[in-house]
C-alpha cells in the first residue's frame, strides 16, 4: 500500500465533502479516485487485466447508485439534460460534442504509436495434469498416487530426514539457478527467462496442489506442458533424463520442508 | 534521479560515519557479535547458506561442483569485497552489505527479505569460521574512502592513460573487455579458475556498479584473487580517475535488456564487405544469456552473459548483426551444435576448463606476458547460432527453445568461428540437429578488442526456413559458444525466444482509423442529444395536453 | 423518436448477451486439442521403431496396465522381460514377428499357460493401434531378449503394408493383399510426411472410434 | 407513451424486431461459421476443369452412382451436422432442450407453492397469480419435447456409435423415463385446465403429482449425462457392471441438487421476465399493480433459489475433485479456470441488479426514504465482495508484470484468488442482499412495538455476528489445510443461514402493527426496475447456458470420461470466446422462442377478433371470417378470472 496515495485521494474526497459537491462530481471522484489507488496506490503493481475488471465492477456499480432512486436520478440527469437541451449551454454543447470525437481520435492516434511490442500469449500458469504418467518405466497416477516417502514422516522420521536433506543437495545442485536460494523463484537466471520461474515461497503456490503434481511438472517440465501452458516456452527441464525419481520425489520433499508447509490433501472418496 | 541522488547521499555519510568510526574502533577487538547473536545466526545460517558455503563454512556446500566463482571459503578469513585494506579482514558492516546486496551474475543472491538484525546475525556467525575474526591484532581497519570528484571528460582521459600505465589491460583487456592476454589464466587462491571482470558491463561488477563501488573495489583489491589493492600505489585521485575512466565504459543505466529485436529496412542493397556500418541505423536490442542448463550436457556459469542484435533488411535479404564479448577469439579447433558432452564432464563442473594444469604456482598476471601465462589454445572453436522456427508460428506455439522438437523444427544459422561461412543446421530437438545443406546463409565475422562481431544474411524467402515478411513478428533465440571454457553442443550460453520485428518501410497512416472512430462517436453523440431533446419535447407536449402519467426524466 | 416495447425489451437482451459474449473475448482463449495421434513416418529405421514402440504401450497401448517387464512374483498377465527368447519354446517353428502379431492380433489363440485369457484384440476399440504401431510394438518385444529386425516395410498374416506388394497402376488398388486378409490400409495417413502433425487432429483415423 | 400507439406500434414493429434478433442471430452465426473452426466441413475451392459443364456434371453423378454402389456398408462412427458442425448442432440443440426443460420443471414447482399459500391464506391474488405462472407452461412443454426429440434425432445422426453405447448401458432406463414422460403430459394438462373445476385440495394434489413426474423426469436425464462426466459401474473397456452404480456416479446427486434449485432461480426469473414484459404492456394501474406484484414475487423466488446455489456448487465441486483431481484442476486451474471469472461477473451482475431492484422498489412507498441513505453502503460491501469474486487465481499479466509481482501470484491479490477470499466474498453478498432486502421491507414503516429499539439492536448484533464469523472463518482458512478450509465453507453458510432466518423473525415481530408512513402502491416503481427484472433473466439464462457449457466441456475430448474417447474432428475444447458466443446465440434463441410462448399465452388475454365494417368488402369474406372464427366475446375477456378465482 502506497499511504501517500491514500491519504491525497482521502484528502481529495474530504475537499469534496466540504466543498459540498454535486452528486454528478462526486461519482467522477469516487471513479477516478479508485482508479488512481488501484493503478498507483501499490507498492507491487496490479496487472492491466485485473485493474481493468475492478474497474467495469466500480463504474455498474456507481451506475446503479445513480439511478437507484428518483431524486438521484433526476440530480444526476437533470443537469445532464438541461445541458443537451437548454439554448443558453449551445456554444458549450457544440464544443462539447467536438471535443470527445477529437480526444477518441487523438487516442487512437497514440495506441497506434505506442512502441511495438511483442505479440504476447496469456498462459495457463498451473495446466491440468494427466491422470498418469509414465517416468523411467514407473508407472505413476497422480490422481491417486502419492509422494512414496511421505509416509516415512511419521512411520521413520529419521529416514524422512535423510530423504529431505538428499532433496535439499538435488536441488542446491539443479534447482537453485532458476528457482533461487529462498525458492523465491528468483535464481540468478531468473532475469533471463520467460516465463519466470515459479515462486514456490509465495505461501499459495505449495499447498495448493498434491505432491503428484509436482512430481508431473518436476519429471515432465517444459516439454511435457499441455497445450494450455502455452508449450515450449519455459525451461523447466525435463528432470526424467537427468535424476532419478527418488531425488525427484525427494526435491519435492524439500520444498514443502523448507517452507514449513504441507501438500493438499487428497479429497475424501466417497459413495 | 532523486533515488540516486539520496542514495549517493546515504553512501556520503555512511561513509563519513565510517570515517568516524574508525577512529573509535581503532583500539577494539573485530565486532563479532554475542554468542546469542551468532546462535541465532547460525539457524538461518544452516538453513539458507550452508548449502554453497559448506556447513563448516569451507565452501564446499552442496551447490559448490556447479557454480562459479566458487562459494566463499569462511574458513580462510578472505573476503572480496570490504572497506579495509588488502589482506584485511571485512568489517562487520561490510560482511552485513554482501548479504544483504549480494554479488550480481554469480550465485550469491540478494537476501531483501531478511530482517537488519538477521543479516547482522549472519555476519557475526561467519566470523566464527576464521580464527582471524578473534584476534585482537586483526582488526579490520576500514581505509580512508576520500568522497568522490566530478567526473569530467578530462578526469576519464586521465583515467585511460593511467589505466593502461598500471596493468589494468593484462586482465581487463584495452577497452575493459575482459579480453587481456592473462585473462584466461587467472585463478584464486584456492586454485579455482576465475575471470577478469568485463568492464563495459558494470552490472555484473560483483561489488556494486556505483562510482563508489568501483572505486572502493579498486582501493581495497579483492582478496584471495589476482585483483589488487591501488591504495598504496595510486593516490586517490588518480583511482577517481581511473574509476571514472572505467565508469565512462558502461551504460550507467544497466543492461537495458528487451525483448525486441527491430529489423530496419535500408535502401541500398546490403554489403557484407562494409560490415557492421550499414547497421548504423538498426536500435540495438541486448538479450541476457544464460546456461544451458536444461538438456544434458549442461553448462552453469557460460562466459558470456548477454548478446546484442541488430537487424537490416533491404529489396531481398535480411542481415543480423550480433555482438558478445569474449575474451579470447578461439579460431583453432572445431564446433558443431551437435557435438557431444560425455557425462563426467557435466558432473564435474567447471573444472576441466581452459586453465592448463602446469601452472601450479600463482600466476602472477602484472609479470610480464611469458609462455606460461598464455593459455594454450583452445580445442573448441568459438561459436554463434541464430536460431528460427522452420514455420511462421500460426499461434502461441513455438518450437521447443533448446534447438526445437520433433513436432516444430528450428532453422539454425551457425557459425563456427574457425571457418569462413556459415553453415545451416535444421533442429528437431537438442538430441537432432542436423546439417541442412540449403546454403541460403552467408555471413562474416570479426574480432576486436574481446568482441565479436558477426554478420549473418539471407534472402527474404529463401529455399528453406521461414519467409520473413514486413510487419511480422518472428521468434528469434541465439546460443553463443566460447571455446576456451570447452563450449560446444549443449553446452552453451543461450536465450529463451525473443522476436524480430521486421518494420514496414512505410507505416500505415493513422488517420482512417482516426475519421473513422471519431465519426461514429460523433454520430452517437448526435444520436443521444437527438433522442433526449425529443423526449423532452413529447414529454413536455403531454403536459400541456395534462394526459399521460407524468415520468421519470430518463428514466427508461 | 418512441421507440416500442418489443424493440427495447430486444435491444437489452442483444445487449446484455453481446456483453457477456465481450467479456468471454477478454479472457485468455486456449483451443485444448485432443492429444496427437501420431502419424508415424514410414521411413523409421528399426532403432527408432523400438522407442516409439516403446511410447506407444507407454500411452495409448496401455500395456502396462496389466503386463510387466521383469517383475516375478504373482502376475495377473505374462511378463514380458526377456520375451522375444521364449518365442521358440512356446510356439516352434513360427517367426517372432508372427508369433507377436498373433499375440496382439488374435490374443486368445494362445494363452501361455498358466493364465487366463482376457487380452483385447489390439487392432480394435478400445485399444484400437494401427497396423504401423503395432510394429513397432512387435519391434521394441523383439528388442526383449532378441534382436530387432522388423522395418515399417514387414508384412506379417494380418498386415501387408502397402510398400510391400507393390501393385501395378490401374488396378484395382489393394486387391493384391492375400484374400481372406484385411484390406491394406491405402496408404495416405501412414505416407503422409511428417509435416503432417497438424493442430487439427486427423479426420482420418485408421484406429478405431473407441479408444480408451 | 400513448397506448394505442404503443400498441399498434407494437403490431408493426413487434414483428419487425423479431426479424430483426433473428437476422443478428443469424449475423452472429455466419461470424462463427467463419472461423477457421468451421474449415474441415468445407469443400475444397473449386478447381478449373475446362471439361464443358453438362458433361462434367453427367460424369459426376455417374461416377458418383458408381462408387455408391461399389461402397459396401459401413456403420459411422460420426457424421458431420452441415456448416456449424455437428458439437455446436448438439450443443445448441440440448442447450435450448434443457433451459425449456428447467422452466418447465421449475415453473410447477412454485406454483404448486403459492397455489397453497393461496388455499390457506383464502387470498385469491396468489390463485391467480399461480395459474398465471402455470398458464407459461403448456407452450413450454411442447417446446422442451419438441427440442428433446431434436435432440435425440441430432444425437442418432450425428454420434451413431457413441448414442449406442450409452443406449446400451442405459437403455433400462429408458422405459420408466417414457412412462414418467406421459405422466408429466397427463399431470400437466389437469393441473392446467383443471384450474378451479376441482376442489382446491384435489388440484394441489394435481401439481404436487405433476413436480414429483418431473423432478423423476430430471433425475434420469441427470443420470446419463452425469454418467458422461463422472463414469462409474462399467468396466475399463466400457462394458456395463452395475447399473445402479452407472445410475448413482459421483456426480448425480451434487448435479441434481444444483439443477432442482438452479431451475428455481431460474424459473423464477424468467416469469418474472415474463411480469415485467406485462407491466410494460399494461395500459391501465391495476394490471400494472398486478404484474409488478408478480414481477416482485418470480424475482423474489429466483433470489431466494440463487442463494445456496453456490453451496451446491461447491458440492458438485468437491465431488469432481474426489472423482477425479484432475478433472477437478482441468476445472478450477487449467483450461477452464478463466471460466469461473466470466462466471463470477455474471453472478456479480446478478446480486447487483436484485439489490438494485429492491433498492428501486423502495420507490413504491409514497414519500421521500430515509432509509435510501443506507445504499452507498450496501453498494461498497457488494462491490467489494463482487470484485473479490472476479479476481482471478491465475492472474493475467505481461513478463513485466509478472516480473514486478515476482512471481505468478500477487502479493496482494493472490490472496484474494483463493477458495477462502471468494467463500466469504459470496456469503457477504448474500448477506448484503439480505440487508436490502430488509430495507426495503420496512420502507414506510415505523415500528411500534415497545422492545422496538432492543429488537433493531439485536438484529444489528446478530447481523454483525454473522458477519463477523464469515469473515473470520475466511482469514481462519488461510492457515489450515486445504480439505479444512473446504469445510469451513459449512460453518460460514450456516451462520449466515442462521442469521437470515433469526432477524426475519425479529423482523416480523417487529413490525405487527407498525405505523405506516407511506402506502405502498404497487405499480409504482419506475419502468427501469421492469427492464432490471429482464436483464436478471437474460443473465440466468446465459449462467445456465455457460454452466451447460462447463459441465460438459470438462470432458474435454472424452465422450465418456476416461472410457470412451471422442475421435470426431469436433474433439477439441473450443476457447472461452467461442464457448460464450455460442451460448449467446443460444440465449438469443431462447428469448426469442420464450417471446413467442409469452405471446401465445397472452393471446388469452386478447380480446376475440371482430371483423369490423370496414375489413369486409366482399361479401364472401364475411362467411369465410365467420366460419373460421368464433364469435365469443365475453368469455376471453373474462380469462383472467376463470376457475375458481371467479
Given at each position: 500500500m502506497n499511504i501517500t496515495v491514500l491519504l491525497a485521494l482521502i484528502a481529495v474526497l474530504v475537499a469534496l465533502r466540504f466543498m459540498k459537491a454535486h452528486l454528478l462530481l462526486w461519482a467522477g471522484a469516487w471513479w477516478v479516485g479508485i482508479y488512481v489507488l488501484l493503478r498507483f496506490g501499490f507498492r507491487v503493481p496490479i496487472p492491466a487485466s485485473v485493474i481493468s475488471i475492478y474497474m467495469g465492477i466500480v463504474t455498474l456499480a456507481i451506475l446503479a447508485y445513480l439511478s437507484s432512486s428518483d431524486e438521484r436520478r433526476e440530480e444526476v440527469f437533470g443537469p445532464l439534460v438541461r445541458f443537451m437541451t437548454e439554448r443558453r449551454h449551445t456554444p458549450f454543447l457544440a464544443v462539447t460534442v467536438l471535443a470527445i470525437p477529437a480526444l477518441a481520435a487523438a487516442n487512437v492516434y497514440v495506441q497506434m504509436n505506442v512502441a511495438i511490442e511483442p505479440p504476447f500469449f496469456p498462459r495457463t500458469i498451473h495446466p491440468a495434469s494427466p491422470t498418469e504418467i509414465t517416468v523411467q518405466d514407473q508407472r505413476i497416477s497422480i490422481d491417486s498416487g502419492d509422494n512414496p516417502y511421505r509416509a516415512l514422516e511419521q512411520s521413520n522420521p529419521d529416514e524422512f530426514r535423510k530423504h529431505v536433506e538428499n532433496g535439499r543437495r538435488v536441488y542446491y545442485q539443479n534447482c537453485f539457478f532458476c528457482h533461487g536460494d529462498n525458492l523465491g523463484g528468483n535464481g540468478m537466471y531468473a532475469h533471463a527467462l520467460n516465463p519466470i520461474p515459479t515462486n514456490f515461497a509465495d505461501g499459495t503456490t505449495l499447498p495448493s496442489f498434491r505432491e503428484t503434481f509436482f512430481f508431473w511438472r518436476v519429471s515432465k517440465g517444459g516439454p511435457g506442458m499441455p497445450e494450455e501452458g502455452a508449450p515450449w516456452d519455459t525451461a523447466m527441464p525435463a528432470w526424467e533424463k537427468m535424476l532419478k525419481e527418488e531425488e525427484m520425489w525427494d526435491v519435492i520433499l524439500f520444498l514443502y520442508d523448507f517452507m514449513g508447509q504441507r501438500p493438499r490433501a487428497r479429497e475424501e472418496v466417497h459413495q | 534521479m532523486t533515488t540516486r541522488q539520496i542514495a549517493r547521499g546515504l553512501t556520503l555519510a555512511w561513509l563519513a560515519v565510517l570515517c568516524v568510526g574508525t577512529g573509535l574502533a581503532r583500539a577494539q577487538s573485530p565486532d563479532i557479535g554475542t554468542e546469542a547473536q551468532r546462535e541465532a545466526g547460525k539457524v538461518l545460517y544452516m538453513k539458507l547458506c550452508s548449502q554453497c558455503h559448506g556447513e563448516k563454512g569451507d565452501g564446499a556446500g552442496y551447490a559448490t561442483p556447479n557454480v562459479l566463482p566458487k562459494p566463499r571459503d569462511f574458513t580462510s578469513g578472505k573476503f572480496k569485497v570490504r572497506t579495509t585494506g588488502s589482506g584485511a579482514l571485512p568489517t562487520h558492516q561490510d560482511l552485513v552489505n554482501i548479504i544483504r546486496k549480494g554479488m550480481p551474475y ?9 530482517s537488519e538484525e538477521e543479516v547482522s546475525n549472519l555476519a557475526y556467525f561467519i566470523t566464527t569460521f576464521s580464527a582471524d575474526f578473534s584476534n585482537p591484532e586483526a582488526a579490520p581497519k576500514p581505509i580512508d574512502l576520500p568522497s568522490a570528484p566530478a567526473s569530467t571528460p578530462e578526469s576519464i582521459e586521465t583515467g585511460k592513460k593511467l589505466y593502461e600505465e598500471n596493468g589494468c589491460i593484462k586482465c581487463h583487456g584495452t577497452l575493459g573487455r575482459a579480453d587481456g592476454p592473462s585473462a584466461l589464466t587467472l585463478k584464486d587462491e584456492a586454485g579455482n579458475p576465475i575471470r577478469p571482470a568485463n568492464l563495459t558491463h558494470s552490472w555484473t561488477f560483483r561489488g556494486g556498479s556505483s562510482r563508489e563501488d568501483i572505486f572502493r573495489t579498486m582501493s581495497t583489491g579483492f582478496n584471495g584473487t589476482p585483483m589488487p589493492s591501488y591504495l598504496e600505489a595510486l593516490p586517490p585521485e588518480q583511482r577517481w580517475a581511473i574509476t571514472d575512466f572505467i565508469a565512462s565504459l558502461s551504460d550507467t543505466n544497466g543492461p537495458g535488456y528487451t525483448n525486441l529485436i527491430v529489423a530496419r529496412p535500408v535502401q541500398d542493397p546490403i554489403d557484407l564487405a562494409k560490415g557492421a556500418e550499414s547497421f548504423a541505423s538498426a536500435p540495438v536490442a541486448r538479450f541476457p544469456l544464460l546456461g544451458q542448463i536444461t538438456e544434458p550436457g549442461r553448462s552453469f556459469h557460460p562466459p558470456a552473459t548477454s548478446v546484442t542484435v541488430q537487424a537490416i533488411y533491404d529489396a531481398e535479404s535480411i542481415a543480423l548483426l550480433v555482438k558478445w564479448h569474449d575474451m579470447r577469439a578461439d579460431k583453432t579447433g572445431k564446433n558443431s551444435p551437435s557435438l557431444p558432452i560425455p557425462p563426467e564432464e557435466e558432473a564435474g563442473g567447471e573444472a576441466p576448463s581452459a586453465a592448463p594444469a602446469a601452472s601450479e604456482t600463482e600466476a602472477d598476471p602484472f609479470a610480464d606476458t611469458t609462455e606460461d601465462t598464455v593459455a594454450p589454445p583452445a580445442e573448441f572453436s568459438d561459436a554463434v547460432a541464430v536460431q528460427f522456427p522452420v514455420a511462421v508460428p500460426a499461434g502461441a506455439r513455438k518450437p521447443y527453445f533448446i534447438f526445437g522438437d520433433s513436432q516444430s523444427s528450428v532453422d539454425l544459422w551457425f557459425f563456427d568461428l574457425a571457418r569462413n561461412e556459415p553453415l545451416q543446421f535444421i533442429g528437431r530437438g537438442s538430441g537432432d540437429v542436423a546439417v541442412n545443406d540449403a546454403g541460403d546463409v552467408t555471413g562474416v565475422a570479426s574480432y576486436s578488442d574481446g568482441e565479436w562481431s558477426v554478420i549473418f544474411r539471407r534472402p527474404l524467402r529463401a529455399s528453406s526456413g521461414a519467409p520473413f515478411t514486413p510487419g511480422q513478428f518472428m521468434p528469434i533465440a541465439l546460443s553463443a559458444w566460447d571455446g576456451s571454457a570447452r563450449e560446444r553442443g549443449n553446452k552453451r550460453a543461450l536465450s529463451v525466444w525473443y522476436s524480430l520485428y521486421m518494420e514496414p518501410e512505410t507505416v500505415p497512416s493513422a488517420a482512417g482509423p482516426m475519421i473513422r472512430t471519431a465519426l461514429i462517436i460523433f454520430g452517437l453523440e448526435l444520436a443521444i442529444i437527438g433522442w433526449v431533446r425529443s423526449r423532452l419535447r413529447s414529454q413536455a407536449r403531454n403536459e400541456i395536453r395534462g394526459e399521460g402519467r407524468p415520468q421519470p426524466a430518463m428514466g427508461s | 423518436m418512441a421507440v416500442p416495447l418489443i424493440g427495447r425489451i430486444g435491444v437489452l437482451i442483444l445487449a446484455s448477451t453481446a456483453f457477456y459474449a465481450y467479456v468471454g473475448q477478454l479472457v485468455p482463449q486456449n483451443e485444448v486439442q485432443p492429444p496427437q495421434e501420431t502419424v508415424l513416418r514410414t521411413d523409421l529405421t528399426t532403432a527408432e521403431m523400438v522407442t516409439t514402440g516403446r511410447q506407444i504401450m507407454d500411452a495409448k497401448g496401455l500395456c502396462f496396465t496389466c503386463h510387466t517387464i521383469g517383475r516375478s512374483g504373482a502376475l495377473r498377465f505374462p511378463d514380458l522381460a526377456g520375451i522375444a527368447g521364449r518365442v521358440s519354446e512356446r510356439a516352434p517353428g513360427v517367426t517372432d514377428i508372427e508369433y507377436f502379431a498373433q499375440s496382439l492380433y488374435e490374443p486368445d489363440s494362445f494363452i501361455v499357460p498358466g493364465f487366463n485369457p482376457g487380452m483385447p484384440a489390439i487392432n480394435r476399440p478400445p485399444i484400437g493401434l494401427t497396423d504401423q504401431e503395432i510394429l513397432c510394438v512387435i519391434a521394441y518385444l523383439q528388442s526383449l531378449g532378441g534382436t530387432p529386425t522388423v522395418t515399417m516395410q514387414t508384412s506379417h498374416k494380418y498386415y501387408t503394408p502397402a510398400g510391400a506388394a507393390p501393385v501395378a497402376p490401374g488396378e484395382a488398388p489393394a486387391n493384391g493383399a492375400a484374400p481372406g486378409q484385411k484390406a491394406a490400409p491405402v496408404a495416405p495417413a501412414a505416407a503422409a510426411p511428417a509435416k503432417s502433425a497438424q493442430l487439427k487432429p486427423q479426420a482420418a483415423h485408421l484406429g478405431g472410434a473407441f479408444t480408451s | 407513451m400513448n397506448g394505442t400507439m404503443n400498441r399498434k406500434l407494437a403490431l408493426v414493429l413487434g414483428p419487425v424486431t423479431g426479424v430483426l434478433m433473428f437476422a443478428g442471430v443469424v449475423l452472429i452465426a455466419t461470424f462463427l461459421t467463419n472461423r477457421e473452426y468451421a474449415q474441415p466441413y468445407r469443400a475444397p475451392a473449386a478447381v478449373v476443369d475446362p471439361t464443358p459443364r453438362v458433361e462434367g456434371v453427367a460424369a459426376e453423378a455417374a461416377d458418383a452412382e458408381a462408387k455408391a454402389k461399389a461402397t459396401p456398408y459401413a456403420e459411422a462412427e460420426y457424421r458431420q451436422f452441415p456448416v456449424i458442425g455437428s458439437r455446436v448442432a448438439v450443443w445448441a440443440v440440448s442447450q435450448l432442450h434443457l433451459l425449456f426443460a428447467a422452466f418447465v420443471l421449475a415453473v410447477p414447482l412454485f406454483a404448486i407453492i403459492i397455489e397453497i399459500i393461496g388455499y390457506k391464506t383464502g387470498d385469491l391474488r396468489y390463485d391467480r397469480l399461480a395459474h398465471e405462472f402455470t398458464k407459461l407452461l403448456s407452450v413450454s412443454f411442447s417446446l422442451t419435447a419438441t427440442f428433446g426429440a431434436f435432440l435425440t434425432f441430432l444425437l442418432i445422426a450425428l454420434y451413431p456409435k457413441f448414442t449406442n453405447y450409452l443406449m446400451s448401458v442405459f437403455s433400462p432406463t429408458f422405459l420408466p423415463y417414457v412412462l414418467l414422460f406421459f405422466a408429466e403430459a397427463a399431470f400437466l394438462y389437469t393441473y392446467y385446465y383443471g384450474w378451479g373445476k376441482f376442489h382446491p385440495l384435489v388440484h394441489i394434489g394435481l401439481g404436487i403429482g405433476l413436480n414429483l413426474v418431473g423432478t423423476g423426469i430430471m433425475l434420469i436425464a441427470n443420470s446419463w449425462l452425469t454418467f458422461m462426466t463422472s463414469p462409474a459401474g462399467v468396466s475399463d473397456t466400457g462394458a456395463l457392471i452395475s447399473l445402479y452404480d452407472a445410475v448413482y456416479n459421483f456426480t448425480w446427486m451434487p448435479i441434481n441438487i444444483h439443477r432442482i434449485i438452479a431451475n428455481v432461480a431460474f424459473g423464477g426469473s424468467v416469469a418474472a421476465a415474463y411480469a415485467a414484459f406485462k407491466f410494460l404492456q399494461a395500459e391501465t394501474d391495476e394490471e400494472r399493480a398486478h404484474y409488478d406484484w408478480m414481477g416482485y414475487i418470480g424475482n423474489f423466488v429466483a433470489i431466494l433459489a440463487f442463494l445456496p446455489l453456490p453451496f451446491a456448487g461447491y458440492w458438485l465441486a468437491k465431488e469432481i475433485y474426489a472423482f477425479s483431481q484432475t478433472l477437478g484442476l482441468t476445472m ?6 478463466w471460466l469461473f471469472i466470466i462466471q463470477a461477473v455474471l453472478i456479480g451482475n446478478l446480486f447487483l441488479a436484485a439489490n438494485y431492484y429492491l433498492w428501486l422498489g423502495m420507490g413504491r412507498v409514497e414519500g421521500r426514504q430515509p432509509l435510501q441513505k443506507f445504499i452507498k453502503y450496501l453498494l461498497i460491501g457488494i462491490a467489494l465482495c463482487f470484485a473479490i469474486w472476479a479476481t482471478p487465481r491465475s492472474i493475467l499479466a505481461t513478463v513485466s508484470e509478472i516480473r514486478a509481482m515476482g512471481g505468478s501470484t500477487h502479493p496482494m491479490l493472490g490472496f484474494l484468488g483463493v477458495m477462502s477470499a471468494k467463500n466469504t466474498a459470496v456469503n457477504i453478498l448474500i448477506l448484503t442482499t439480505f440487508m436490502s432486502f430488509l430495507l426495503y421491507r420496512r420502507t414506510g414503516k415505523i415500528a411500534t412495538v415497545a422492545w422496538a429499539k432492543t429488537g433493531h439492536a439485536a438484529q444489528l448484533t446478530i447481523f454483525a455476528a454473522a458477519a463477523f464469523i464469515v469473515i473470520f472463518l475466511g482469514i481462519y482458512g488461510?492457515?489450515?489445510e486445504a480439505t479444512v478450509r473446504i469445510g469451513l465453507s459449512v460453518p460460514q453458510v450456516s451462520s449466515v443461514l442462521i442469521a437470515m432466518v433469526s432477524i426475519t423473525i425479529i423482523d416480523v415481530f417487529l413490525f405487527r402493527r407498525a405505523k405506516m408512513t407511506g402506502d405502498v402502491r404497487w405499480g409504482k416503481i419506475p419502468p427501469i426496475s421492469q427492464y432490471v427484472l429482464i436483464f436478471i433473466a437474460v443473465t440466468f439464462t446465459w449462467l445456465m447456458g455457460l454452466m451447460g457449457y462447463v459441465r460438459s466441456g470438462?470432458?474435454?475430448?472424452w465422450h465418456v470420461y476416461g472410457v470412451i474417447r471422442d475421435t470426431s474432428p469436433d474433439a477439441f475444447t473450443p476457447t472461452l470466446g467461442f464457448a460464450t458466443q455460442v451460448v449467446s446465440v443460444t440465449v438469443l434463441i431462447f428469448f426469442v422462442l420464450i417471446g413467442f410462448v409469452f405471446w401465445i399465452t397472452s393471446l388469452h388475454d386478447r380480446p376475440d377478433f371482430v371483423p369490423s365494417a370496414k375489413t369486409v368488402t366482399h361479401p364472401g369474406a364475411d362467411v369465410v371470417l365467420g366460419g373460421a372464427l368464433g364469435h365469443q366475446p365475453g368469455i376471453a375477456r373474462a380469462s383472467h378470472f376463470e376457475g375458481r378465482t371467479q
Open positions: - | 554469480t550465485s550469491m543472491p540478494s537476501w531483501p527479505g531478511l | - | 478450477m486451474g487449467g483450461a477452464f479456470s488461510y492457515f489450515v470438462l470432458r474435454q475430448h
